[in-house]
């Protein structure tokens, strides 16, 4: 398989390529140059396949022969070994819970892959690289989980002072090691800013090998697929016809994969986009022209992002047509009152904890699902998609619930917990004059206490730095 850069079809690379850079000098994005329709047959035998099963089927036609077969087994194998409940609510709804990785949000997909993939193809070129992120909370979390210890690979990851939950900062900056956390003084638009201002910096490039491990990475979208194929096995089959999938989305890297996962012959009816006030992609389909605005802060702030970067994917998906979008996506909004009414709701009503990436996804599928009632249009069946634990957002949610979370031990400082981040403010040069002047070499450095003394963390870690690079 080869991918193809959304600026110029024409610039098109390896997977080993793709991922290693990131982004194509272009500035577009990589994209596989097909999307291969599985077999009949195999759809038939998917609801027999285990997770990890199922997830090689689906990795094979984009990852072999770069990664030979065998190694593509032990790797999903590896990343896929926690579980992914498809959980049916009193009202008819199906949460996908994604969140049962080591840090409890689905991010843990993608990262751990990525991880995987990489380690292998750095381990084989010799050369040290740099993996920058941009993260509103949850990716910079799984990034450091996935790749710490992992050899080879220096991990720096930019993060809004202020704008995340004390878990996430916690579960950002207790690794050291090889995980480096800058805490900027700024949005999440501006690390994504400088993360970017980065990567299109040739003479930054030519002193340090970088890649991305934001979605921008094709290699986050692969294992992204995975769960639609697997949610819609795990449904009966009287519902499997034609499901409908809620995608609470921030850079709409979930809702991409969604798509890639259609175009493979995956029978999904349709997406609805569910977003908090960062709706411009609400705004878009509404008819409104694609504005790009500053991200405004909300209680589901890992979807606080004002220029999904994975806007242009959408597109090319839909040859950059908006009708051709309309047909697969509709999208709803919901402000943080709605949010959290309907965390209540559900607690309350049916017993189940939504955390607010979930509580605007539920409510989306909700609304479209009443709208199609009155259109006439048919839906099988109705998943939306649980990005993270409600206890990474106790903040919120437990006001709702009337009730305190347990708290689960991964999200827990525990009494030997130092904050490894450093202070930069949100200036590009200064990130440029801190990555030529610390982010190298250096990284051989013990594992901190701090990341040895959490369990699910430090085990992670250590799955991590044993990463089997056979590949
Ligand atoms: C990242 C994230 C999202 C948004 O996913 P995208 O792929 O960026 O659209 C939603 N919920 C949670 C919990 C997340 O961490």
């Not at 201002?197 to 991305?212: E, H, I, P, T, W």
């Not at 890639?260 to 705004?283: C, D, H, K, S, Y």
């Not at 040069?429 to 701090?450: K, Q």
Request: net charge negative; charged share 20%.
């Amino acid at each position: 398989m080869m991918y193809y850069s959304t600026k110029n079809a024409q610039n098109r690379v390896s997977l080993r390529q793709a991922v290693l850079q990131g982004l194509p000098a272009d500035n577009g994005l990589y994209l596989p140059e097909t999307l291969p329709r599985l077999d009949r047959e195999l759809f038939i035998r998917l609801p027999q396949l285990s997770l990890p099963e199922l997830a090689y089927e689906v990795a094979a036609p984009f990852c072999v022969p770069d990664l030979p077969e065998d190694s593509l087994r032990r790797l999903v194998a590896d990343v896929l070994d926690f579980p992914l409940p498809l959980v049916e609510l009193a009202d008819g709804s199906r949460a996908l819970e994604l969140f049962h990785g080591p840090t409890l949000a689905f991010k843990d997909f993608g990262a751990r892959f990525m991880a995987r993939l990489l380690a292998g193809f750095v381990r084989d070129s010799g050369r040290k690289l740099t993996i920058l992120a941009a993260t509103s909370g949850d990716t910079g979390s799984a990034v450091a989980s996935g790749f710490f210890g992992v050899e080879g690979i220096d991990v720096v990851i930019l993060y809004p002072k202020g704008k995340v939950s004390p878990s996430q900062e916690y579960q950002l900056t207790m690794h050291g090691g090889n995980i480096r956390a800058l805490r900027i003084n700024g949005s999440f638009d501006d690390c994504q800013r400088m993360v970017k201002s980065a990567f299109l910096d040739s003479g930054l490039q030519a002193q340090r090998q970088l890649s991305s491990a934001n979605s921008i990475n094709i290699a986050r979208l692969i294992p992204q697929m995975f769960y639609y194929f697997y949610a819609w096995s795990r449904l009966p089959v009287a519902v499997r016809a034609a499901p409908l999938f809620s995608v609470p989305s921030g850079n709409f890297g979930n809702l991409t994969a969604g798509l890639m996962a259609q175009r493979m012959g995956l029978p999904i009816a349709g997406f609805v986009a569910a977003n908090n006030r960062n709706n411009i992609f609400t705004e878009y389909l509404a008819g409104g022209g694609y504005h790009p605005k500053p991200s405004v802060q909300t209680v589901s702030n890992a979807m606080d992002v004002g220029d999904p970067s994975n806007f242009q994917r959408l597109l090319a998906l839909c040859t950059n047509n908006l009708e051709a979008i309309r047909s697969d996506i509709s999208s709803h909004w919901f402000d943080d009152a709605a949010t959290r009414r309907a965390i209540r709701e559900v607690a309350e009503t049916q017993g189940y904890i939504l955390d607010p990436h979930g509580a605007v996804a539920w409510l989306a599928l909700q609304k479209e699902l009443k709208q199609a009632a009155v259109a006439g249009r048919f839906y099988s069946a109705g998943v939306f998609l649980e990005t993270a634990h409600p206890a990474k957002f106790r903040e919120t949610v437990e006001p709702e619930i009337g009730r305190l979370l347990p708290v689960p031990p991964a999200l827990q400082p525990d009494a030997s917990y130092v904050n490894h981040a450093v202070d930069l403010p949100a200036d590009y040069s200064r990130l440029h004059d801190w990555l030529l002047d610390t982010a190298d070499g250096s990284c051989t450095s013990t594992v901190s206490a701090s990341a040895a003394g959490n369990s699910a963390e430090a085990a992670s870690g250590s799955r991590g730095g044993n990463v089997e690079t056979s590949l």
